[in-house]
């Protein structure tokens, strides 16, 4: 069993920055590939960026390129997102995945 915290989301002006985290219990950490997700009201669960088990190879979606970068650090079973530049449609509820594992959420609102 795997529990997933997250933490770090607010409330932020456009343009704005956030650094989310996500820790994790358990010793298996470190062979996961996390993901962060989010979701906005009314919409689908929209994948937003990943890393493999060892840090070495991320992933993004189109919308977050360049703006956001994912980090891993399997010592203190912790994953970040480094949010920069942020936008209105950024909002929503981010969540942090590992394996079939979900963490509850926390939530970035952006303000135009």
């Known amino acids: 069993q795997v529990q997933l915290v997250e933490s770090g989301g607010g409330l932020v002006q456009a343009g704005g920055s956030l650094r989310l985290s996500c820790v994790a219990s358990?010793?298996?950490?470190?062979?996961?590939?996390m993901t962060w997700f989010r979701q906005a009201p009314g919409k689908e669960r929209e994948f937003v960026a990943g890393?493999?088990?060892?840090?070495?190879?991320?992933s993004y979606a189109e919308s977050v390129k360049g703006r956001f970068i994912i980090s891993k650090d399997n010592a203190k079973n912790r994953m970040t997102l480094q949010m920069d530049s942020l936008k209105p449609e950024d909002t929503g509820l981010y969540y942090c995945?590992?394996?079939?594992?979900w963490g509850q959420g926390t939530q970035v609102t952006v303000s135009s």
């Open positions: 358990g010793s298996t950490f470190r062979s996961f590939t």
């Open positions: 890393i493999n088990w060892s840090g070495s190879t991320t």
């Open positions: 995945r590992a394996s079939e594992y």
